[in-house]
Each structure stands twice: as structure tokens, then as C-alpha cells.
């Protein structure tokens, strides 16, 4: 069955980085694009990137636009997403997800990201 396994959450000081990672079986991997979204304490979900099938094109919200980095490696079936400059305001939960035309239809359990000095 198709699953989505995130990892490479933690506890990270303002500034830090963190790399995350999303580990995919049941599909072909490389037939789709992929995103990443989060969901902060008390708020809704907020898409925050997302990358072509190819990994040829990415996306990112405003809010992490120069800071993220969303990559994948087909052979591997994995997705990541680097995170640098940490601020307070990223602690959220971060999903990785399946895109399918019109929307997402498999997501992973999430990883905790938490940013507090």
C-alpha cells in the first residue's frame, strides 16, 4: 500500500537547520509531484512547497522563500526538504504529501519540528 514516512524532525535553536525527510513505497514514485506542507500550533495547514515529478520545478510560500530548499531523488524514492535560518515561527508539524491533479491524496504522519532557544 502507498505510504509516506517524514523524519528528521527535532528541538532546533533560532538559526539552525534541519534537513527532513520523506520516505515513499507503493507507487511509482517518479510518476509524481510532491509537496510539503506544515501546521503550526492553534493554525491551519499551510501548503509550504512543492516540486514537479521530475524535481525539474519547485515552488515555495513567501514565508520560506529563500530559507527551504525542497529536493527528491527518484531512485530512492525519498523527498526532502532543507530548512535553514530556523525561526520561532516555523515550529510546526510537517507532512509530506502525494500531488495528484486537483489536490493531495496520500499524506505521511507528520514530524515535529520545534524552534525555541
Same mark, same amino acid.
Given at each position: 500500500?502507498?505510504?509516506?514516512?517524514?523524519?528528521?524532525?527535532? %528541538?532546533?535553536? +533560532?538559526?539552525?537547520? %534541519?534537513?527532513? $525527510? &520523506?520516505?515513499?513505497?507503493?507507487?511509482?514514485?517518479?510518476?509524481?509531484?510532491?509537496?510539503?506542507?506544515?501546521?503550526? +500550533?492553534?493554525?491551519?495547514?499551510?501548503?509550504?512547497?512543492?516540486?514537479?515529478?521530475? !524535481?525539474?520545478?519547485?515552488?515555495?510560500?513567501?514565508?520560506?522563500?529563500?530559507?527551504?530548499?525542497? $529536493?527528491?531523488?527518484?531512485?530512492?524514492?525519498?523527498?526532502?526538504?532543507?530548512?535553514?535560518?530556523?525561526? +520561532?515561527?516555523?515550529?510546526?508539524?510537517?507532512? &509530506?504529501?502525494? !500531488?495528484?491533479? !486537483?489536490?493531495?491524496?496520500?499524506?505521511?504522519?507528520?514530524?515535529?519540528?520545534?524552534?525555541? $532557544?
Amino acid at each position: 500500500q502507498v505510504q509516506l514516512v517524514e523524519s528528521g524532525g527535532g %528541538l532546533v535553536q +533560532p538559526g539552525g537547520s %534541519l534537513r527532513l $525527510s &520523506c520516505a515513499v513505497s507503493g507507487f511509482t514514485y517518479g510518476a509524481y509531484a510532491m509537496m510539503w506542507a506544515r501546521q503550526a +500550533p492553534g493554525k491551519g495547514l499551510e501548503w509550504v512547497s512543492g516540486i514537479s515529478a521530475s !524535481g525539474a520545478n519547485t515552488g515555495y510560500a513567501d514565508s520560506v522563500k529563500g530559507r527551504f530548499t525542497t $529536493s527528491r531523488d527518484n531512485a530512492q524514492s525519498s523527498l526532502y526538504l532543507q530548512i535553514n535560518n530556523l525561526k +520561532p515561527e516555523d515550529t510546526a508539524v510537517y507532512y &509530506c504529501a502525494r !500531488g495528484i491533479l !486537483g489536490g493531495y491524496d496520500y499524506w505521511g504522519q507528520g514530524t515535529q519540528v520545534t524552534i525555541s $532557544s
